[in-house]
């Protein structure tokens, strides 16, 4: 194990003043070894800075070291430092008695817990492993230009203002804003200025700003079903009912009775998730109707559709209100990098105050260095080029697992034939539960999620969700071939 230098003053809990105090100040030393606090290899301060932090004479400081290496904690001599020693003394491994239990520990009364506490519960990250077929949800990470991005951070960092050290609003870097602004109204149609964008860590965190601003307990929430576990997460935290409302070939069904009574629809108009259908125009002109005339509002997530490969581009929803009842919110972690948490949300006018208060007083504002590494990012074209060149190669992944699907999967697997996105979905045969099809799958190396664990009660029919962006179109064969392997052991199985 390696020395480790300590670069912060070491702080000791000095409390009895009853003894020596090389006494003392061996028992502290000797107690932050035991707990591990101060952990083998550390390096301690020298004793002169000792000395001078605590207001003891270098002798003290000297006395208790001594006592502390004949006992075989620390290491060292003059000159060389002084470091905990590498393996301890024996005793210092013993588990401690009953009576030696800290009484403080003990007597902890047990916490008491909002609300709130009792129903969040963790989002899982993603897993940090190497991309194999099929995995949903993420980008070609191997093909994002690291080099250029690290050229403009790096230029970014000789050039740093004081202004950017400082912060800046909480909605935002404005150039960035602005920058954002100008690409939400060209390439999505929305109809926004640069004062409604606010910088965010993400979807994740617009959608909990929304749910804190405008529901309360019990207030209801229609989504999508099947549909995105994260926002269905963050409104059961706040104490919300959520209506679940099925999804057909034009999208959310917009029943009366499912809206009756909602404060927010949450809706992924663009690119449904997870199966990708898009919102016919119809649907979208009845949502919009509903929330005029009830007052309510709609949360937009604009999923992955700046990846589209066939069809027209379909304009977002908060193109078409002209009542300020949508909220319209992207993340850029999906098209550039998930470590990447920047994405914006586009804010109704009159509500655009109440998000800046809140941010003021949670984030502040998002890292603001990043803002401005994506500001240029953006502005010097380079995003464009980079949408414009995944888009083919994404194009050239989904046409690969179509044509080797049609070849190997056909009576077991139907998938559909997306135009948009980062992943497809695949619909099981009668008798295979899409769950006993991923544990097959998985057997052979190949990730697929069932679609039953982005519904909310029985779903209608049995799928599967497989992402191609991040798979190379070898490693999409091999897994096509593996994939027609586990249905056939779990058709025969069922």
């Known amino acids: 194990m390696a020395k480790r230098t300590n670069a912060f003053d070491l702080t000791l809990p000095l ?33 002169r800075d ?16 001594e006592l502390l290496k004949s006992e075989g904690y620390l290491e060292g001599s003059i000159g060389s430092g002084t470091y905990v020693s590498k393996v301890l003394p024996d005793e210092s491994f013993h588990v401690k008695a009953e009576g030696d239990r800290h009484p403080e520990i003990e007597r902890r009364p047990r916490r008491r817990m909002s609300a709130y506490a009792k129903r969040v519960h963790l989002f899982p990250s993603l897993e940090r492993r190497p991309s194999r077929a099929f995995r949903a949800n993420v ?51 929305v109809r926004c200025t640069t004062e409604q964008i ?8 617009a959608l909990d700003l929304t749910a804190r601003l405008v529901l309360n307990p019990g207030d209801r929430v229609c989504m999508e079903n099947p549909g995105y576990v994260g926002a269905a997460m963050v409104f059961e935290s706040i104490g919300a009912k959520i ?15 499912g809206l009756r009574g ?7 108009p663009g690119h449904q998730f997870p199966l ?17 005339k009830s007052g309510g509002l709609i949360f937009e997530d604009d999923y992955d559709s700046e990846y589209r490969y066939s069809g027209r581009p379909v304009p977002a929803l908060q193109g078409l209100d002209r009542n300020g009842s949508v909220l319209f919110a992207g993340s850029f972690s999906k098209v550039l990098f998930p470590s990447l948490r920047l994405g914006y949300l586009v804010i109704p006018q009159d509500l655009v105050d109440y998000f800046a208060a809140a941010k003021s007083i949670t984030t502040r504002h998002a890292q603001l260095l990043d803002q401005a590494v994506l500001c240029d990012f953006i502005t010097e074209g380079h995003f464009g080029r980079h949408l414009r060149r995944m888009r083919g190669v994404y194009a050239e992944r989904l046409s690969a697992l179509l044509q080797s699907a049609r070849e190997k999967l056909a009576g077991w697997l139907d998938i559909s034939d997306v135009e948009a996105g980062l992943q497809t979905v695949g619909w099981l045969r009668r008798g295979i539960t899409d769950e006993s099809a991923a544990r097959a799958a998985a057997a052979r190396n190949v990730d697929v999620i069932p679609l039953s664990r982005y519904t909310r009660g029985r779903a209608a029919r049995e799928g599967l ?29 069922s």
């Open 15 to 47: 409390l009895d003043t009853e003894i020596p105090a090389y006494r003392m100040l061996y028992e502290a030393l000797r107690a932050e070894i035991l707990d591990g606090r101060l952990g083998p290899g550390a390096r301690l301060p020298a004793t």
């Open 50 to 65: 000792l000395a001078r932090q605590y207001q003891l004479s270098r002798g003290t400081i000297v006395n208790a070291f």
């Open 139 to 189: 980008p070609a990470l191997d093909l994002f230009p690291t080099g250029l991005w690290a050229q403009i951070a790096a230029r970014r960092l000789r050039q740093v203002s004081t202004n950017l050290l400082l912060g800046c609003d909480p909605m935002g870097y404005r150039p960035l804003r602005e920058a954002v602004a100008d690409y939400v109204t060209t390439s999505r149609g």
């Open 198 to 205: 606010a910088i965010v860590s993400g979807v994740q965190e």
């Open 243 to 257: 209506s679940a409302l099925a999804v057909d070939h034009e999208g959310m069904e917009l029943r009366a009775s």
């Open 262 to 268: 909602a404060r927010l629809v949450y809706v992924t």
């Open 276 to 292: 990708g259908i898009s919102m016919s125009l119809p649907r979208r002109l009845q949502l919009l109707e509903w929330a005029r």
């Open 465 to 493: 969700q497989l992402g191609f962006a991040a798979v190379d179109p070898r490693e999409i064969q091999r897994g096509v071939k593996e994939l027609a392997q586990a249905l056939k052991a779990a058709g025969s199985g």
